[in-house]
């Protein structure tokens, strides 16, 4: 059987649903359908708390409205090859679908590191699928001891998510000096380790995994150290590749990161197919670089850049490139950072200007509920252009840190911040007096001058 689209889009994820809700907004006479093999999708970000927070796999499923809404079809198969010369997609149903504009928005695959015994049972990566969170998820609660490998993002969720549970012996194993050193400088990262170790988490930090040991199923992790850890189930959280399986078959262009290569525009190489989400290769707003960035929050960025050019260009929908923002949340404590660390300024080679305040999120700080916030700013020290910012403290983090990149998007400089008009409100934000944004650039001013 075969039918035929005008806009056909890969993948179950959120890039994928945003890709074709977008195509819908600014095409509204188009025909578009979204296939994917999976019934239901899940929230990405919201695995690490299925485990207790959310006590149910079922309450992290993407939903489906947003389609219905749109008036956008949907279909459950596995596309098996894309046809560029007759312009449609095969399905693992037999089935084919035309197109006349293509999305791919397929993802990325764990990665899984070749240490002896990686294949026993009782070692899980982390996939986006809704079973098999489910399975995972009776499993960690029949488990006394938990080892994770990898100390990023997942890593450091998972590991506050488990250490919830009543009963359970947690570690991490990175083999970096720090847990998401690479996504921030050691001041914040050791923040994060100290408020895991108070809740009982174990970190082994420069430290490599050499073995999982066991007969058929893992019983502990052996240690560069020589130490062996008890393991009744490891969690393998060591990054994720780009998924390019379908377009290296229909021979686009793969970047030198290992991505589907695209333009600013999310075109690949093909102009009627574009590529969107962790698939897509990233490219670093400061150095065009390769950048192993995969976020939602980046792969939504571009499925609206896809969704808006698909038939005619919108320059004013680009992709600059990607500044990679970060946040995280480990027991009260908000991590999260924008554009380059001061660590990664410095190996670029960015002669830099580092400003630093710390303050309270409400005014004034004995109003309940008030954390304390700090805020990093990093600026080239000649121009003053702010290249990149990280934040701790309560939740206002998370948002702090979207006003820091938007500043980057726009290449504000210090002098442009340090006189940033906002709003404030006891309960809502730092006072006017000691805004900490303003404050970190009032004092990378204060070092250009000197």
């Not at 008036?71 to 095969?90: G, L, M, P």
């Not at 009982?200 to 502990?220: Q, S």
């Not at 970060?326 to 991590?335: A, H, Q, V």
Request: glycine share 8%.
């Amino acid at each position: 059987m075969s039918r035929a689209y005008d806009v056909v889009v890969v993948g179950g994820g959120p890039a994928a649903l945003i890709s074709a809700v977008t195509a819908r907004k600014y095409y509204p006479d188009k025909s578009i359908v979204l296939i994917r093999d999976v019934e239901k999708g899940v929230i990405p970000c919201g695995i690490p708390y299925v485990f207790k927070t959310l006590d149910s796999v079922d309450k992290d499923i993407l939903p489906d409205k947003p389609l219905e809404a749109n008036k956008i079809e949907k279909i459950i198969a596995k596309v098996v090859k894309v046809d560029r010369n007759i312009k449609e997609v095969i399905l693992d149903n037999g089935e084919h679908e035309k197109y006349e504009k293509l999305i791919l928005a397929t993802g990325s695959l764990p990665v899984v590191l070749p240490i002896p015994g990686v294949d026993k049972k009782g070692i899980y990566t982390i996939k986006k699928d809704l079973e098999y969170l489910r399975m995972l998820r009776e499993e960690v609660y029949k488990a006394k001891n938990i080892v994770i490998v990898g100390g990023g993002f997942i890593g450091a969720e998972f590991a506050d998510e488990f250490s919830k549970i009543d009963g359970l012996n947690v570690s991490i194993v990175e083999v970096l000096p720090h847990i998401l050193c690479q996504a921030f400088d050691n001041e914040f990262c050791t923040l994060a380790e100290e408020r895991l170790k108070e809740k009982g988490v174990k970190i082994y930090a420069n430290t490599k995994v050499v073995e999982f040991t066991g007969a058929d199923t893992v019983e502990g992790v052996k240690l560069s150290t020589g130490e062996v850890l008890d393991a009744d189930l490891v969690i393998l959280s060591v990054g994720a590749r780009p998924n390019t399986h379908l377009a290296e078959e229909a021979g686009l262009w793969i970047g030198r990161g290992g991505g589907i290569w695209v333009d600013e525009y999310m075109r690949t190489s093909d102009p009627n197919i574009f590529a969107v989400g962790d698939c897509a290769e990233k490219r670093c707003f400061f150095t065009r670089r390769h950048t192993p960035v995969m976020l939602a929050s980046t792969a939504t960025a571009e499925a609206r850049i896809a969704g808006a050019n698909l038939y005619a260009l919108k320059v004013v929908r680009e992709n600059k490139g990607t500044i990679a923002n970060f946040s995280t949340y480990i027991d009260g404590l908000t991590l999260a950072a924008a554009g380059l660390t001061e660590k990664r300024a410095r190996q670029e080679g960015y002669d830099i200007v580092v400003g630093m305040a710390k303050g309270v999120d409400r005014h004034p700080g004995s109003i309940p509920g008030a954390h304390n916030v700090t805020v990093k700013l990093i600026f080239s020290r000649y121009s003053g252009i702010l290249l990149g910012g990280q934040v701790a403290g309560g939740e206002s983090a998370g948002e702090i840190i979207n006003i820091i990149s938007l500043a980057i998007q726009k290449r504000a400089l210090a002098v442009e911040l340090e006189t940033l008009q906002m709003a404030t409100h006891p309960w809502l934000t730092p006072a006017p007096t000691i805004y900490p944004i303003v404050n970190a650039a009032m004092d990378a001013v204060s070092k250009m001058n000197q």
